[in-house]
């Protein structure tokens, strides 16, 4: 991993809020605030908290932990995944493997919630991705029927249902589609 600083893409969140949202490459900094991270079981079951994934994120290349930040501090957090990690997901788009990534393992802190972060950061994604992953030309999830909202947030930053689905450990799954060029 990696942990030299970067340049991040910034975003307001609105005139009204004197903060502002990045998306940032994870650093140490941003451990012990990761760590602390909670879910309402409602939500945990949808998604997986940063101490259960940032190990394997910290060494697998192919993985990309990032941090949602407002202000400085980690509201949020995702993980990005080539390679490897897009291959159960080929059959679900005519995009080369090499041009392909996952997003995984989207949150934001329940303390942190109903800010708009998780709207912001989603609609710092294409950005973000063309800045760093420049050979990415198409992001993909899978998104649980039941989760509506995390459809709806992702249809209003710019992702596509195609009417593709897959079984899922909690149920049917949307594989949804973001097309980055």
Known sequence: MNFDAEPNVHLPISKKLPQSVRLERLQPRHLEQLLSFELPEDQHCFTALPIEVLEISIRDPERHPIVITADEQA????????G????????????PSEQLMLLRALLIDHKQQGHGYARLAMEALRAFVKEHFPHIREIVLAVNVSNEPAQKLYVRTGFEDRSMRRPGVMGAQWIMHYVVE
């Open 75 to 82: 509201v949020g957090f995702f993980v990005l995944h080539e």
């Open 84 to 95: 490897s990690g897009v291959s159960t997901y080929l059959s679900y788009t005519s995009t």
